[in-house]
């Protein structure tokens, strides 16, 4: 049972029971170049379905800083802050999904995701260590330093910093998972 729309899709269990409490696991892609809610169903689909098959109630939502089809505001949100900008509005989903929805189990809140995805579901545990309660994160670009130059400067930033001797180091630095690692608290 899926309820979309462009900027949202939650997948409930085929055996759902609106009286019973289920844990909910948000699936996620921060972007910015693109964002990770399907306004389709296909079988090509990021399989988020299929962890509901097993018991989760399964959200994906855009966050600020997401997809560029929306507004300039919108899709420029996390420049300059690649690790963190989309993490109080995924928090933010959950808990509002709960309140509107009895059969959400608040203190259960997983969060998964692949590339970009890992790296942002690795940073929601370290962040928000007390919410998040587990993570599956695939493939994390978790130290973009080692990752793709293009991709950081195009939707990151670049930081002029002027030398000693007056030439010019630029630097696009984008934080790290491992700088919070010490948060962990989930699994």
């Known amino acids: 049972d899926g309820i979309t729309n462009i900027y949202g899709v939650m997948y409930k269990p085929f055996d759902f029971d609106e009286n019973k ?82 059969f959400i189990d608040i203190n259960k809140v997983g969060i998964t995701g692949h590339s970009g995805g890992g790296f942002m579901s690795t940073a929601a545990m370290l962040v928000y260590p007390d919410f998040f309660k587990v993570a599956v994160s695939s493939a994390g670009n978790h130290d973009n330093n080692i990752y793709n130059s293009w991709w950081s400067e195009t939707h990151h930033g670049i930081d002029e910093d002027e030398q000693a001797d007056g030439s010019i180091k630029y630097k696009y630095l984008i934080d790290t998972n491992q700088t919070l690692a010490q948060n962990l608290k989930g699994n």
Not at 23 to 29: D, F, L, R
Not at 32 to 45: I, L
Not at 54 to 63: E, P, S, Y
């Open 21 to 102: 409490k289920y844990p909910i696991i948000e699936y996620v892609y921060p972007g910015p170049q693109t964002e990770a809610v399907n306004a389709s169903f296909s079988v090509r689909m990021d399989n988020v379905d299929r962890l509901a098959q097993v018991g989760f109630i399964v959200v994906t939502l855009g966050n600020r800083g997401g997809d560029p089809r929306r507004s300039k505001w919108y899709h420029t949100y996390g420049y300059g802050n690649l690790r963190d900008y989309g993490l109080a509005d995924k928090k933010y989903v959950a808990e509002q999904l709960a309140d509107r929805h009895g």
